[in-house]
């Protein structure tokens, strides 16, 4: 089945649709839960690809999509009293649809999906909003299916953690997921990634809100 890969402006469109309605802030009456830090890992990207955008499925120009299952990843970063962070720089990383990361190291360069951009960025709205197209997260050995984030802002201590797939058998038996001894801050990085209604080419989508300890910007 032929496929027609959306425009950034009908990505930008897909993430609103989305995402029907988002949380104003200061209304939580409750404090939130900090997302939990953790590990960078060895295979942040060691060279830039040559897109670096917030559609990792496109490299550019070209019109050959990596392979695997279209993920839309959306989220809000806020403080724990649910004030958006803006203008944060939100990165992701991960692996291809053959357990493959970008990093020189990070497996099998014969396997690499080059189609596949391995890392984007993007900066938070003035809601602290951010959206990407990427592939639902694969499993590789020693790990269970996961997308690195990193959140940084000016005059901020970078951040950094992971998301994971809810219901994904592996997940009990992570090592670095199981350092996370609290069962509320470990369930805040497990999210579902649920099938698009009417979706033609079972697209997914997974909403992963990321609480920050950080002070709302002056």
């Known amino acids: 089945m032929k496929y027609s890969y959306p425009t950034r402006r009908e990505l930008f469109k ?3 649709s989305l995402s029907p309605f988002f949380c104003t802030p200061g209304l939580m009456a409750e404090a939130l839960t900090l997302t939990p830090r953790q590990t960078e890992g060895p295979f942040y990207p060691d060279k830039m690809p040559l897109d670096t955008d917030n559609d990792l499925l496109i490299i550019n120009d070209s019109i050959t999509p990596a392979v695997g299952i279209v993920a ?6 806020t403080d ?6 803006r203008n944060a720089l939100i990165e992701i990383w991960q692996v291809d ?13 014969k396997k690499l999906d080059s189609n596949f951009q391995g890392y984007g960025r993007f900066l938070t709205d003035s809601k602290g909003n951010y959206f990407f197209r990427t592939l639902k997260p694969s ?5 269970t299916p996961h997308i690195h984030m990193s959140v940084s ?3 901020k201590e970078k951040f950094t953690t992971q998301c994971y797939i809810k219901g994904e058998p592996r997940n009990e038996k992570d090592f670095i ?18 099938p698009v209604k009417g979706s033609k080419v079972q697209e997914v989508s997974a909403k992963f809100d990321i609480v920050l300890g950080w002070t709302p910007e002056s």
């Open 139 to 143: 499993p590789y050995s020693g790990r």
């Open 14 to 16: 897909k993430s609103l």
């Open 153 to 155: 802002a000016k005059g």
């Open 177 to 194: 997921l199981k350092r996370v001894k609290d069962s509320n801050a470990r369930n805040s990085l497990i999210v579902p990634f649920n």
């Open 80 to 85: 724990v009293k649910g004030n958006p962070q």
């Open 72 to 77: 839309y990843l959306r989220g809000k970063v």
């Open 97 to 109: 649809n053959n357990g493959v990361y970008l990093h020189s190291r990070g497996g099998s360069r």
